[in-house]
């Protein structure tokens, strides 16, 4: 039996910026024609899946998205359109020149022994991965249920289940509605610390429509001025930092999001939950065992969520290698996993000393989701080898470059490479193999198109490009924990386990020597140095 054809229904599914435009089919003429549309560019596209993607990725198209958010204008037809619905808009946007943008995409083989075979793309999870307390209708913003119908490849575009965490996803009914002002049903929001945010959670910060920005205390302008550029979003107020007690007894702020140093953090989290906020940390709320349980502590007692940084776990690839390898076994049972982590561009000196080194700022996101793959919290054994082929890293007395080699109680291997910097695009790949076969997340560009050994970077991206997706969906979880929708994804017991096997790794390095972490003491980085 062939292949049944796709209909411009299944591109409107699949894409969640197009729709399906209906219209009479004219004068003496029975029936009605539709047209794939797409809704920012209000431009007919032909039913090709290349055209589609090309159009998707170009500088036309994303001006012309940047310009609806700018405008506040929220299309009806950035929702897939049903067979019978009709749009009839009209945007008066200038349509910009194209040019080709790196978009975030990801292809994932499989396969066992050197035969490989396509394996479809991620799709968006309606089952988690912990226990979860769904909120009744009546306690939800909006309970006009969603007109989406997303299909396997809609990821991209639609909202993921977080790795960690079970139940339903939350759909486009329970998400932050988008607010008229600082009041009503948007979340006020605190910025801690301009200087180290990162790219991807400031542009999801200021596009997300169910929030707004009225603080940021920070004491250098210019850090404010590199974050935001020339202009700060419109209502927002910019303080010192000895001024945080003015945005924490704000009555619109509900939360703060914390971009501070692991040893400036703790303070500034223990005083937004005190205040009845509740907390993002994008970093790690420390470096100290006993300081970090002390904030999840306070958090419980406060009765305020704290959410962790970990990124990775809201990956579209990585929530579906998730599904095949824990809920599908269908690799059956895992041997070894293998990770490659190159930064694009490379972290500044500041932010790498600020944060903690490269087994704080890069290697606790990998472990993190290792221990989420396997199913393992602590390996038995872990070594490290690392260099500084950047000078001004030895002088920090850290590395740019290291391999983590770890053995978990399973018997599953397990080897991270990480790189704080890439010439010329992020480099970020993950391979599973097990007993039954190997699933691969590779590199890609819009395009499809894989380069080996060409001079010039066909599609550059940076980091924050490619875990654009993933830092969105952390920040709507974010959002959802505010309003009491879903618990925090990463729990006390997970994080602290994470930044001991961190410790670990950087003890190994600094040693020369295997650590055994079942009868030694390794502990975190401020009981080591």
């Known amino acids: 039996m062939g292949r049944r054809r796709k209909t411009l229904h299944d591109y409107a599914a699949e894409f969640s910026e197009l729709s399906v435009r209906r219209e009479p089919a004219g004068p003496g003429r029975a029936g009605a024609v539709e047209t794939l549309l797409c809704t920012p560019c209000q431009l007919p596209l032909r039913v090709r899946r290349d055209r589609i993607l090309e159009h998707l990725s170009s500088g036309r198209h994303c001006r012309n998205r940047r310009l609806l958010r700018q405008l506040g204008l929220r299309a009806p037809g950035l929702r897939s359109a049903g067979p019978d619905s009709s749009l009839n808009l009209s945007l008066p946007l200038p349509l910009d020149v194209p040019c080709l943008l790196s978009h975030p995409s990801f292809l994932i083989t499989s396969g066992s022994g050197t035969g490989y075979s396509m394996v479809p793309s991620p799709p968006s999870y309606q089952k988690l991965l912990v226990p979860h307390h769904p909120i009744p209708a009546t306690h939800r913003d909006d309970p006009t249920p969603s007109t989406s119908h997303p299909s396997p490849l809609a990821t991209f575009h639609t909202r993921t289940a977080p790795l960690g965490q079970s139940g339903p996803a939350p759909d486009a009914s329970n998400s932050p509605a988008p607010p008229s002002s600082h009041g009503g049903s948007s979340a006020g929001l605190v910025l801690f610390g301009a200087g180290l945010v990162s790219t991807a959670l400031l542009q999801s910060l200021l596009e997300e429509a169910g929030c707004c920005l009225l603080y940021v205390l920070e004491d250098q302008l210019e850090e404010v001025e590199r974050g935001f550029g020339t202009q700060v979003p419109a209502g927002t107020r910019v303080l010192r930092q000895q001024d945080a007690s003015v945005a924490l007894s704000d009555p619109r702020v509900s939360g703060a999001i914390i971009c501070c140093p692991p040893d400036k953090a703790p303070e500034m989290v223990r005083d937004a939950l005190r205040a009845g906020k509740g907390v993002f940390c994008e970093g790690l709320p420390s470096l100290d065992r006993q300081t970090a349980e002390a904030c999840f502590d306070e958090a419980d007692r406060c009765g305020r969520p704290l959410v962790c940084g970990f990124y990775k776990r809201f990956d579209p690839a990585l929530q579906f290698l998730y599904k095949k390898v824990r809920d599908s076994r269908a690799l059956g049972r895992i041997q070894r996993i293998w990770t490659s982590s190159s930064l694009y561009p490379a972290a500044s000196l500041s932010l790498l000393k600020a944060s903690g080194g490269i087994f704080y700022n890069a290697a606790v996101h990998d472990i993190d989701i290792i221990s989420l793959l396997l199913g393992e919290s602590v390996p038995d054994t872990i070594f ?146």
């Open 384 to 529: 490290s080898l690392g260099h500084a082929f950047c000078a001004d890293m030895g002088c920090l007395r850290d590395v740019d470059t290291v391999t983590i080699c770890m053995k978990f109680p399973s018997g599953a291997i397990v080897t991270l490479d990480i790189r704080q910097h890439c010439t010329r695009s992020c480099d970020q790949r993950l391979e599973v193999h097990g007993s039954q076969g190997m699933l691969r997340v590779d590199n890609q560009n819009p395009l499809g198109i894989t380069e080996h050994g060409t001079s010039v970077s066909i599609c550059p991206q940076t980091q924050a490009e490619r875990y654009r997706d993933a830092y969105r969906e952390l920040f709507r979880h974010f959002l959802r924990t505010l309003k009491g929708q879903e618990p925090p994804v990463v729990t006390k017991e997970q994080f602290l386990w994470t930044i001991q096997v961190a410790a670990a790794a950087e003890q190994s390095w600094r040693n020369g020597s295997a650590v055994d972490l079942h009868s030694s003491a390794a502990g975190v980085k401020a009981e080591l140095v």
